[in-house]
C-alpha cells in the first residue's frame, strides 16, 4: 500500500502532542516539588522524542511510514498496561504455635533443647499480651492484614513461607523445626495468598517427605511456590502469576547459605530440595540471567525473592549489594524481595528498582520469647510497591506498619509507626531512600536514584 499520506501520520501524531500537553499539565503540584528532576527529565526527553517524530515524518517515504504507524501500535499496547501493585512481605511462619491455635494442629511434640512442646509459645505469648481463644478461625491469625489487602487491592499476594505443611515427624536435627498441619492450609487461602516463596531454611524441617508434603499442599490448595521442587529444575522454576488484562508477576524463588540452609538442602537432578544459590557471584549472576531471559516476556514484571543474612542486625553486606545490582543489570530482574532478618532492614532503589534487603517477620509465633526487644521484631510491614510492566520502573511504593500481638497481625500504632520510619530513615540514608509518615498511618517510600 504506498497510498499513506504523510499528513495522516501528522495527525497522528497530534494525539502524541496532545497527551504530552496533558501529562505536564496534570503533572501535580507535590511531583513538581518533591522529585523534580526525576518527573521532568522523562517530559523533556518525551518532547524530543516527539519532535523527532514529526520531523522524520513530515520527510519520511510512504514504506517507512507505514512501519513507523505498526511499530507505533505495537507500542501503544505495551504503553497501555495498567500499573502493578505486589503485596510482599517477609517471613510468615504459621508452624509451630500458630499452627497450635488453628483448628487442625499437629502433634505438639518438637525437639527443641528447651523447649518439648509446640503450644509452650502459645504460653509465652499469652503470658506477655493475655490469654487467647483457641481454636481460632482461618482468618485469626492475619487480623487487620486482612482489611489491609481488600482496600490495597494489590493484583499479587506473595509470602516467605517460613514452614513446612506437613504431619511428617521425620524430623531434621537441626534445633528448631516449624511445621503447620496439611488440614491448616485454609489459613494461607484466607489471605488469598497467590505465591509463596519457599527457598529457605525451614522448607525441609521434616524431611524430604515433609518438603513433597508441602509441595503437594500448595498444589491442591491452588496456591503457587517458588525455591523448592522434587527435582533441581522444579527448584528452580519460577512461579508464574497471570494477571488478566494486566500481564504476568515471574517470581524466582533463591536462598543463600548465610540465611541458615544447609548445603545438603540443595536440590539436585535426582534429589529433593531448595534451590540454593553457590555463591553471590558474577557467575550466578549470569546463570540467573539465562533463566530470566527464557521466561522473560515484555511486560513482565520479575521478582528476585532471596531468603539471605542473618537473623539480627542492619548492616547490609557489601556482596548482597552487588548482587542484588547485577541482578538489576545483568539478569532482567525488576525487584529483588529479601528476607531472613527477624526486622526490617533498609530499602534501596537502584535504577528505578526497589532492593528490599531484609522484610522483616510478619506473621510468627515469636511473640513471647525475648531477647531482641531493641529490633523490635513484633513490628513489621505490608510492602506494596506498584510498577510500570513496560518498563518494569517503581511507580510509587507504600508500606502498612504492623504488630503482632497476640499471635495475629494488627494496625501498628502511631509511636510504633513512627519508630520504624525512623529504623528505615536511619537505614535508607545510604540509599538515598526515605519514608514519610501520612495521616493514615502509611509510609511512603521518597527515593533518588542510585
Ligand atoms: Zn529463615
Redesign the pocket.
Known amino acids: 500500500m504506498s497510498d499513506v499520506e504523510p499528513s495522516l501520520h501528522i495527525a497522528s501524531n497530534t494525539e502524541a502532542w496532545w497527551r504530552f500537553f496533558i501529562s505536564i499539565k496534570s503533572m501535580p503540584e507535590s511531583h513538581h516539588k518533591t522529585n523534580q528532576t526525576q518527573d521532568l527529565w522523562p517530559n523533556r526527553r518525551n518532547f524530543l522524542h516527539l519532535l523527532g517524530l514529526t520531523v522524520l515524518e513530515i520527510l519520511s517515504p510512504p514504506w517507512l511510514l507505514q512501519a513507523q504507524q505498526r511499530k507505533r501500535k505495537i507500542n501503544n499496547t505495551i504503553m497501555n498496561k495498567q500499573p502493578i501493585t505486589l503485596f510482599l512481605c517477609g517471613?510468615v511462619m504459621t508452624g509451630r504455635g500458630i499452627d497450635q491455635i488453628l483448628p487442625y494442629p499437629v502433634d505438639p511434640e518438637i525437639y527443641e533443647s528447651y523447649v518439648k512442646d509446640a503450644r509452650d509459645y502459645i504460653k509465652l505469648a499469652e503470658q506477655l499480651n493475655g490469654a487467647i481463644a483457641k481454636p481460632v478461625d482461618f482468618t485469626y491469625i492475619w487480623g487487620d492484614a486482612l482489611a489491609e489487602l481488600e482496600q490495597r487491592a494489590p493484583d499479587v499476594r506473595i509470602i516467605n513461607l517460613?514452614t513446612a505443611v506437613t504431619t511428617s515427624n521425620n524430623y531434621w536435627p537441626k534445633g528448631i523445626n516449624y511445621r503447620m498441619h496439611p488440614k491448616n492450609i485454609p489459613c494461607l487461602k484466607a489471605a488469598a495468598i497467590d505465591c509463596c516463596v519457599l527457598a529457605?531454611?525451614?522448607v525441609l524441617d521434616w524431611g524430604q517427605a515433609g518438603l513433597e508434603e508441602t509441595l503437594a499442599t500448595l498444589t491442591k490448595a491452588g496456591i503457587k511456590y517458588a525455591g523448592a521442587g522434587r527435582t533441581l529444575d522444579e527448584a528452580q522454576a519460577p512461579a508464574i502469576l497471570t494477571l488478566p488484562g494486566k500481564g504476568r508477576v515471574v517470581v524466582f524463588s533463591f536462598g543463600a547459605e548465610s540465611?541458615?540452609i544447609g548445603h545438603n538442602w540443595r536440590a539436585k537432578d535426582d534429589q529433593p530440595g531448595v534451590n540454593l544459590l553457590p555463591d553471590l557471584s558474577h557467575s550466578t549472576v549470569h546463570a540467573i540471567a539465562d533463566q530470566v531471559q527464557h521466561v522473560k516476556k515484555t511486560g513482565d514484571i520479575v521478582v528476585a525473592s532471596i531468603?539471605w543474612g542473618g537473623n539480627w542486625g542492619y548492616k547490609i553486606d557489601h556482596n548482597q549489594r552487588r548482587f542484588a545490582h547485577a541482578l538489576v543489570d545483568a539478569a532482567a530482574i525488576d525487584i529483588v524481595h529479601g528476607h531472613?532478618s527477624h526486622h526490617v532492614k533498609g530499602i534501596e532503589v537502584y535504577k528505578d528498582h526497589p532492593i528490599i534487603y531484609g522484610c522483616g517477620d510478619f506473621l510468627t509465633d515469636y511473640e513471647g520469647i525475648s531477647g531482641y526487644e531493641q529490633y523490635r521484631d513484633d513490628l513489621g510491614l505490608m510492602y506494596f510497591p506498584t510498577l510500570d510492566p513496560t518498563s518494569g520502573q517503581l511507580l510509587h511504593f507504600e508500606m502498612t506498619p504492623t504488630r503482632l500481638k497476640h499471635l495475629r497481625v494488627n494496625y501498628a500504632s502511631r509511636n510504633e509507626a513512627q519508630w520504624l520510619m525512623d529504623v528505615l530513615n536511619r537505614e535508607g540514608k545510604p540509599f538515598n531512600t526515605r519514608v514519610a509518615l501520612s495521616e493514615d498511618n502509611r509510609l511512603v517510600l521518597h527515593f533518588s536514584n542510585n
Do not use: A
Open positions: 517471613d517460613e529457605n531454611n525451614h540465611s541458615g531468603h531472613s
